[in-house]
């Protein structure tokens, strides 16, 4: 039976032109931060809008962060720093988002927890071996990654806890095409992070029958019947006010979201 305090978004058209990446990276960190929600779990389930280099925190005290918003950028990628922790990711309109918010955070259960769950969905899909674990090179390692057959990454999380609560950030790799492999590559390098270029992948690699929208659709199903979530839609003053962060004048790096929102809190 569906929560009267746990939403379920669903929204990401690829082709949305009031949306951009620095929006979309917003959204999560406003929601988070905002007093007097009416819900305590929300999960938004999107496609990614298009190219995106999402950093962290970590990245910024990279000695090569300006070389690698650099690089991104001249990829024609939007660069933005993200609010949960890892190292970055790039993808495109062939990756889905999953932000998962609560206001009870959980700061050891929630990694292991959403990765199996995540892993059963995509299994569900058709013959893929999804497995929890790092594969050895991957690009922002963890132990909770998703992989394939133990060979190449396909699902990336990180976390972010505030006062006011936790948001849980997943991307899932569908399709990648070789721009989104090149960047990744050439971005990690600017960082100085390692990386074993043939563990990034897409779940289309292995199984080519496989869409952004069915994994979209799979992952909300999923978040329906596990949390029991109603579906809602994406407040629009939330989105007109993420959307401010988007036409911040750019400088040599990228936007932080997350110092952008506590700038700016929701009213």
Not at 107 to 119: D, K, S
Not at 190 to 210: F, K, M, N, Q, R
Request: with cysteine; glycine share 8%.
């Amino acid at each position: 039976m569906p929560r009267d305090d746990a939403s379920l978004l669903v929204t990401g058209h690829p082709d949305d032109a009031v949306r951009s990446a620095a929006a979309d990276l917003a959204v999560p960190a406003v929601q988070l931060r905002a007093d007097g929600a009416p819900w305590s779990e929300l999960v938004h389930v999107y496609v990614a809008h298009g190219p995106t280099v999402a950093f962290t925190r970590r990245d910024l005290r990279s000695p090569g962060i300006v070389r690698a918003t650099a690089v991104a950028r001249a990829a024609g990628f939007e660069t933005a720093v993200r609010s949960p922790g890892g190292r970055m990711v790039a993808y495109d309109a062939g990756a889905v988002i999953v932000d998962h918010l609560t206001r009870a955070a959980d700061r050891h259960g929630t990694f292991e927890r959403n990765a199996q769950q995540h892993a059963a969905v995509i299994r569900s899909l058709g013959d893929v071996d999804a497995r929890v674990g790092e594969v050895e090179g991957e690009y922002c390692p963890g132990e909770f990654s998703v992989n394939v057959g133990g060979r190449v990454k396909v699902v990336g999380s990180a976390q972010r806890i505030t006062g006011t609560g936790a948001l849980f950030s997943t991307v899932v790799q569908v399709v990648v095409g070789d721009r989104v492999r090149q960047v990744i590559a050439d971005v990690s390098a600017a960082l100085g992070y390692e990386l074993e270029e043939s563990t990034i992948a897409g779940i289309a690699d292995v199984a080519p029958h496989v869409t952004t929208q069915q994994v979209a659709d799979a992952l909300a199903a999923d978040y329906r019947r596990v949390l029991g979530t109603a579906d809602a839609e994406l407040d629009p003053h939330v989105l007109a006010h993420a959307a401010a962060a988007a036409r911040v004048p750019r400088d040599d790096l990228p936007l932080d979201v997350d110092a952008w929102a506590r700038a700016h809190p929701l009213t």
